[in-house]
């Protein structure tokens, strides 16, 4: 019986490669699991079944950090794929890798024609170098955004969402009062409590432009409004207004929100399609803009999600299938499209954005005001503080804060001294990232 | 004269050995040697361009209070599952040893959970001990409060040993059961005939003799829980809650995989390496003293 499978799975093998004969074939490696796996890997096989010239290999790593270390493992032993998806938090490894084929001068040379004016300006700065070149291609887009429950905010005679954060804590209050069990749900995710809230404050997390002027930045957020904004937290928490959900506490913030815990939350607006997958029967909710410190004085948030690489070091046939790739995958309609339509990212260009409102895209009650999200991208210019984080080896740094925030918010510290203690142990791990590339200038 | 077999072509007895000689150079000499390289040096994560740094990462890692932390933390945890799988185990053993009806069955049922991986045990412990989602928050119900391991350490703690042992406890029991089983029943039976009880039995006669696979045991478990508990913390606790569970295996991973700095986990995998071998040269030394081979 085995035998006989092994037989058949050869002459099938044997049989598309007779047909893929002619087909040039490239590797591209994606770190998205899951339904959002399914969904890469289903892009690929359009791509495949588009034009009969090229093909893409393409495999899920299992995770994002596994995505990234699989790559780097690949590359040491000269294995690596000629594409990968890389996480916000990993583009400065990638920078200084030496390893990469930067996506500006690939397009040149490639001649995909892409306008780069076109990307959203907080997503373009975020992948770009210091001098505003783009190193790789914006795939899978999101930003933080305010989930709020309709249901509890109406107990207390609101409409809207809150603005300010002064605002939500009177919500809180009063949403207590009201005997909403649950105002807040928050976890320890430095991306939501720290980044985004600096970024859309317009307050800075290191110096440097947060590290884009150079390997030199150290942290400053000891210093900034987010020590008094995690106070608030800390007080909201005490006060039984809020609550912490983590995975390990067997519901994490996205869930508590879904069936119905917690009345707000603030997640990724990827996770816009999954809460309307997994609410309960008549939650009546709706997303808006994270509150700020002074509504009048709002910045952009910061993009969040993966971009595409193209790695160094492949034959000129590979890089070409690997632009056809690209091409399809970047273009407004086969690309920004099909990604915004199976998942909850956004459009990452103009054109895209433009494209799918023209489709009533966000017409579908599923998806209305999905696009506060492109709102919140775009609510400013972008200021060397709202642009984006370039920090050395910042998954670190994301878990120090992880930890001293759970040490802090469960009493064994003081939150000043908690983030002190981010902060001088932050600046450890950056100057040892620093020497690490001792005379490498980032790009 | 005592007999000996040899063997008069030394190439041929050295063409006997090569194979394992080759396997342990692969995957122990060999990556040991490169990690020793790396903690010597600064490797970015690419590669190329490593830079001769002497002891500074040694130094890094021994400044770290946080380190001593995972120190700490990973000998407690050895100590606590070990002494808590043995106890089970051994319990277990003695209880099926007596051929008690179904004692087939129960030898069977035991040693299932050494068949699964660190992370599906992981997984398990954290669906059923989860405060808000898992059987366990019946008690938080009745007790609001009283188990959290995501916000208190101790309970963390107490959850990721629960896992480690109860993982732990299937191979134990296979092995105190077949010492058990070695044992001669007419030792047995002549402490009976002389009016010793059950309890008695065991505690003066069947344990002593169990010792050699005790110490054996003693040896495993606790090598067990500082290389193979990473799964285990990986899907329950991921360290936290603010760095109760931070085993220092798991140090290692988030400094080396996630953190991407192989230098600093390199240095730690060395000292790591030199803690276990230490650990198991004093049992050797000092706790085999006290055990009796038959």
Redesign the interface.
Same mark, same amino acid.
């Given at each position: 019986m085995k035998r006989l499978i092994l037989l058949a799975t050869t002459a099938v093998v044997l049989a598309s490669g007779a047909n893929a004969a002619e087909r040039t074939k490239f590797e591209f490696w994606y770190g998205l699991t899951g339904d959002l796996g399914e969904v890469v890997a289903k892009h690929c096989q359009l791509f495949n079944q588009s034009q009969d010239k090229y093909e893409a290999v393409c495999t899920g790593q299992g995770g994002y950090d596994k995505a990234e270390q699989n790559t780097i493992a690949a590359y040491r032993s000269k294995q690596h794929p000629t594409i990968v998806q890389i996480y916000d938090a990993g583009t400065v490894n990638f920078m200084l890798s030496g390893a990469i084929y930067p996506a500006t001068k690939f397009a040149n040379d490639y001649k995909l024609d892409i306008d780069w004016k076109s990307y959203f300006p907080g997503i373009a700065n975020y992948y770009a170098t210091s001098t505003g070149e783009m190193w790789s291609f914006p795939y899978n887009s999101s930003t933080a955004v305010f989930y709020w429950n309709k249901e509890a905010f109406a107990k207390i005679g609101k409409t809207e969402a809150p603005k300010t954060w002064a605002e939500f804590g009177e919500d809180l209050k009063a949403m207590k009062a009201a005997g909403v069990p649950c105002g807040f749900a928050f976890d320890f995710d430095s991306w939501m409590d720290l980044e985004q809230f600096s970024a859309t404050n317009s307050i800075p997390v290191a110096t440097l432009d947060n590290g884009y002027g150079g390997l030199g930045a150290e942290l400053a957020f000891n210093k900034t409004a987010f020590v008094d904004h995690m106070k608030d937290f800390k007080s909201w928490l005490d006060a039984g207004y809020a609550k912490i959900q983590t995975k390990q506490m067997g519901k994490d913030v996205v869930q508590a929100f879904a069936d119905g815990t917690c009345a707000a939350t603030i997640t990724s607006i990827a996770n816009h399609g999954t809460v309307h997958n997994t609410q309960a029967k008549d939650l009546k909710w709706d997303v808006a803009m994270m509150p700020v410190i002074d509504a009048a004085k709002r910045t952009n948030s910061m993009v969040g999600g993966a971009s595409l690489w193209v790695m160094e070091g492949k034959s000129p046939a590979e890089y070409e299938a690997a632009a056809a790739f690209l091409k399809y995958v970047t273009a407004p309609d086969t690309g920004e499209k099909y990604i915004a339509e199976n998942t909850g990212y956004i459009p990452v260009t103009t054109k895209g954005y433009e494209l799918l409102k023209a489709d009533g895209f966000y017409k579908d009650p599923k998806r209305v005001n999905r696009d506060i999200a492109i709102a919140s991208l775009t609510a400013s210019e972008v200021t060397p503080l709202s642009r984006g984080i370039r920090l050395g080896n910042f998954t670190s740094i994301r878990a120090e804060l992880r930890s001293e925030l759970e040490a802090a918010f469960t009493g064994q510290k003081d939150m000043q001294a908690a983030i002190d203690s981010v902060v001088e142990r932050g600046n450890q791990i950056l100057r040892r990232y620093e020497q690490t590339y001792k005379g490498v200038a980032l790009p | 004269m005592e007999k000996r077999a040899t063997f008069s072509n030394l190439w041929l007895a050295a063409a006997f050995i090569a194979p394992q000689m080759l396997l342990i150079f692969v995957f122990f000499y060999w990556p040991s040697g490169e990690a020793l390289y790396w903690a010597v040096t600064?490797?970015?994560?690419?590669?190329?361009g490593n830079?001769w740094?002497g002891l500074q990462n040694f130094m890094?890692v021994f400044e770290d209070p946080?380190y001593w932390n995972s120190v700490r933390v990973s000998l407690t945890f050895a100590f606590s599952a070990t002494v808590l799988s043995l106890a089970i185990a051994a319990l277990l053993a003695l209880f099926v040893d007596r051929r008690l009806p179904g004692h087939q069955v129960y030898k069977f049922t035991f040693f299932l959970p050494y068949a699964l991986a660190a992370p599906a045990v992981g997984l398990a412990f =954290?669906?059923i001990f989860?405060?808000?989602?898992?059987f366990v928050?019946v008690i938080n119900q009745a007790f609001p409060g009283l188990w959290?391991?995501?916000?208190?350490?101790y309970d963390?703690f107490t959850l990721i040993v629960l896992a480690q042992s109860w993982k732990m406890v299937g191979y134990n029991f296979i092995f105190f059961l077949a010492a058990l089983q070695s044992i001669p029943r007419t030792i047995s039976e002549a402490g009976a005939m002389d009016g010793a009880s059950v309890l008695r039995r065991m505690w003066d006669i069947q344990l002593p003799l169990i010792t050699p696979t005790l110490f054996f045991l003693i040896v495993i478990n606790i090598t067990d829980s500082f290389v193979d508990s990473f799964g285990i913390v990986d899907i329950?606790?991921?360290?936290?809650?603010? =760095?109760a569970t931070e085993l220092m295996v798991y140090k290692i991973y988030?400094?080396g995989?996630?953190?991407?700095?192989y230098?600093?986990a390199a240095a730690q995998s060395i000292v790591l390496m030199v803690l276990v071998i230490a650990l198991t040269f004093i049992q050797f030394r000092f706790v085999e003293r006290r055990v009796h081979y038959r």
């Open positions: - | 600064l490797e970015p994560p690419f590669g190329g830079q740094v890094t946080k =954290r669906f989860s405060p808000d989602a898992g928050s959290n391991p995501a916000l208190n350490g963390a329950t606790t991921s360290g936290g809650p603010a =760095r988030t400094d995989f996630q953190g991407k700095d230098s600093l």
